[in-house]
């Protein structure tokens, strides 16, 4: 199963064979409303492998609930997914990066304050999901394969999602950089975190688009965001094509 970030969904293109359903059409999906994001389902196949595509996702930050968030990752294990590759945009906090890294997730923090597991256990989920590894490392191990094979350079770093949709003030990004965050965005978690509950092994990667509030003198806007993954959407695809491809 693959989710594509803001920006990412030229992927989407290289799925062959594909059977694409709008999120309008798919039962108790909202459409998707933010720029850089298709809003589409796609099944079809990846360097020969079946996949089944997310070209979008829902954001806390829209108005809905985090069990909302998390609802595709349950449509994609319904149709048979047990492996999750999740992309997103985020700001780079760790001063060494540079806008159009790439940054394999090595593990998140959940600083939205929801969790989309909250109430009455869904069935084949777990109570009380372990999260010491919600990232893979035999699928990071994987990325880092694929991301030599494509020739893509690849950072590593841990994400932190928080709630948006506003950009972070200088304060926060200096307390994201004491709590051990190299990246910030507004997504991420809540899927990542039904896939768990799940059994399902994830694996994520994030584009950094832009350099955080305090990092940058440069003001933050969602078209810097557009603009920078359309500038890596291609490194980005040829690591995911091989990524998938070695699976």
């Excluded at 349950?74 to 492996?83: C, E, I, P, Q, W």
């Excluded at 991301?147 to 590593?156: D, K, N, S």
């Excluded at 688009?209 to 359309?230: P, Y």
């Amino acid at each position: 199963g693959l989710i594509l970030g803001s920006g990412l969904g030229g992927l989407a293109d290289r799925i062959t064979d594909a059977v694409r359903v709008p999120f309008a059409a798919v039962p108790g999906f909202p459409p998707a409303t933010v720029a850089g994001h298709r809003g589409e389902l796609l099944v079809g196949a990846l360097a020969g492998r079946p996949v089944v595509a997310l070209a979008g996702r829902f954001h806390l930050y829209e108005g809905h609930d985090a069990a909302l968030a998390g609802f595709p990752v349950r449509v994609l294990h319904a149709l048979g997914a047990r492996t999750l590759f999740v992309s997103n945009a985020a700001g780079g906090i760790r001063r060494t990066f540079r806008a159009g890294d790439l940054m394999l997730i090595a593990d998140h923090i959940n600083l939205t304050g929801r969790n989309p597991l909250l109430g009455a256990v869904e069935p084949g989920d777990e109570r009380f999901p372990d999260m010491s590894e919600p990232y893979s490392r035999s699928l990071a191990a994987a990325l880092r394969a694929a991301a030599l094979a494509a020739g893509v350079p690849l950072q590593e770093g841990v994400y932190a999602g928080l709630l948006g949709p506003t950009y972070e003030t200088l304060a926060e990004v200096r307390m994201l950089d004491r709590l051990g965050a190299d990246a910030v965005g507004m997504s991420t978690v809540p899927e990542v975190i039904v896939a768990r509950a799940l059994g399902m092994q994830v694996a994520g990667v994030s584009c950094i688009t832009n350099l955080a509030a305090g990092i940058s003198a440069e003001r933050l806007s969602h078209a810097e965001v557009l603009e920078t993954t359309r500038r890596v959407g291609a490194a980005f695809e040829r690591l995911v094509t091989e990524f998938v491809r070695a699976l």
